[in-house]
């Protein structure tokens, strides 16, 4: 069971209390998606927030379709607001 690693910024870095949160991992988890779905599942202040945002895998924005990453880490960016 390898765990998937969460990079938060802004308002999911205040929300979690923390930059980076690892999750355990089971054998259904094969996309972004899941993966985020996993996050909503275990850190439920979090989910209202997580729809909102892009998903990142080194410096390339992966769609929640798009496999998990070899590294297993996901940053997530709030979308910014502002002029």
């Given at each position: ?16 209390g ?17 993966a ?48």
């Amino acid at each position: 069971m390898d765990p998937i690693v969460f990079e938060l910024y802004a308002n999911l870095e205040r929300l979690a209390g923390t930059r980076e949160l690892t999750v355990p991992a089971h054998g259904s988890v094969s996309t972004v998606g899941d993966a985020v779905t996993l996050l909503a599942g275990a850190r439920p202040e979090l989910a209202g927030s997580l729809e909102r945002c892009a998903c990142v895998s080194g410096d390339t924005i992966v769609r929640r379709a798009d496999p998990l990453p070899a590294d297993r880490r996901i940053a997530l960016l709030p979308p910014v607001a502002g002029g």
